[in-house]
């Protein structure tokens, strides 16, 4: 089962920042929280993870709280084809559990 | 100069014939994985083998039998298709004698329609 829970959908305003939480308070301490995307129709495509710290790649930053027990995808400057679904995930080891995800639809 | 691929994308067949589908991945990596994504659109893994060898089942049934020939390809085939078996399946990689995190690579999907 999913360790994490997310917002079933969210909306942003094109060129505005986009944050999308996640909770996920069972997390145990070897635990990474892996950000995936999946556009439709395609498969899903590698974000960004992290394990204690704040991270910050080319496509979005990643905000963990101190506790471990949420975090926030960031993507700074939203565009029209940032419109997916967005999972959390909490990986150990070599198994990736997918929830349902947030939707995110970014509108002009 | 795609990273995984699979083959074919489409596939429409009756119920009760046999198919299969290719994953092939040129990144190099040591693992690679089988996804089923269904109409309800959860992601769920259900296999994974590291350097040939199988080591996650996802309690998948026996008609389906994933096969490694090489660590670039993996390659799943389904026996006596049920209409529950529609659904879309991806193949991914991933270099696992990383340490730390270590993303997997999807490939483009293979949509499955069992008539």
């Known amino acids: 089962d999913a360790k994490t829970t997310q917002p079933t959908s969210m909306d942003c305003a094109e060129g505005r920042a986009a944050n999308l939480p996640c909770n996920h308070s069972?997390?145990?301490?070897?635990?990474?929280v892996y950000w995936y995307r999946q556009i439709h129709s395609q498969g899903p495509q590698y974000i960004i993870h992290g394990l204690k710290n704040n991270e910050t790649n080319e496509m979005a930053s990643l905000i963990i709280t101190e506790d471990r027990k949420s975090s926030t995808l960031i993507l700074p400057h939203a565009t029209l084809r940032d419109t997916a679904v967005y999972y959390c995930i909490a990986r150990y080891g070599n198994k990736l559990v997918f929830g349902a995800g947030t939707i995110l639809r970014v509108k002009s | 100069d795609t990273a995984v691929s699979q083959t074919p994308k489409y596939l429409v067949t009756q119920m009760g014939n046999d198919k299969s589908i290719k994953c092939e991945q040129n990144l190099g990596h040591d693992t690679m994985y089988w996804y089923k994504q269904d109409s309800k659109k959860f992601l769920k893994i259900m296999f994974s083998y590291n350097n040939k060898e199988l080591i996650i089942n996802e309690t998948v049934p026996n008609r389906f039998s994933p096969k490694s020939p090489d660590k670039a390809h993996l390659n799943l085939h389904i026996n006596s298709l049920e209409l529950g078996d529609s659904a879309v399946y991806f193949c991914?990689?991933?270099?696992?004698?990383?340490?730390?995190?270590?993303?997997?690579?999807f490939g483009p999907g293979t949509r499955l329609t069992v008539l």
């Open positions: 991914a990689s991933s270099q696992e004698r990383l340490a730390g995190g270590r993303e997997q690579f």
């Open positions: 069972t997390i145990s301490g070897n635990e990474y």
